[in-house]
Nanobody
Framework: QVQVVESGGGLVQAGDSLRLSCAAS????????MGWFRQAPGKQREIVAA????????YYTDSVKGRFTISRDNAKNTMYLQMNNLKPEDTAVYYC????????????????WGQGTQVTVSS
């Protein structure tokens, strides 16, 4: 089974950029559909973006379209989330997740989760 670890979070100002990384180990990374989720205080965990195993189909939630870019490098067993023009409402803990099932935005279909990385955007 795969293990995933997020990195790259931090405290930034509105309009700044961050790149999150998700390093995978213990499994064949290219077999997994991957997703980024986030959870803000008092809110439910939500999908941010998803990317399929090989064909690189991608999904973005409406609030990040045009600002965030999800990508993966199967040779490096790593997924990325480039976040540009960050807004205070992007403040949350960001989680990387892997699904061995169908390409989906449903968090219940993701079997393997990281511990999360905090992103804080000040106004």
């Amino acid at each position: 089974q795969v293990q995933v670890v997020e990195s790259g979070g931090g405290l930034v100002q509105a309009g700044d950029s961050l790149r999150l990384s998700c390093a995978a180990s213990g499994g064949t990374f290219s077999r997994y559909n991957m997703g980024w989720f986030r959870q803000a205080p008092g809110k439910q965990r939500e999908i941010v973006a998803a990317i399929s195993r090989i064909v690189d189909n991608t999904y973005y939630t409406d609030s990040v379209k045009g600002r965030f870019t999800i990508s993966r490098d199967n040779a490096k067993n790593t997924m990325y989330l480039q976040m540009n023009n960050l807004k205070p409402e992007d403040t949350a803990v960001y989680y990387c997740a892997a699904s061995g099932r169908a390409y989906t935005t449903n968090p219940t279909s993701y079997d393997y989760w990281g511990q999360g990385t905090q992103v804080t955007v000040s106004s």
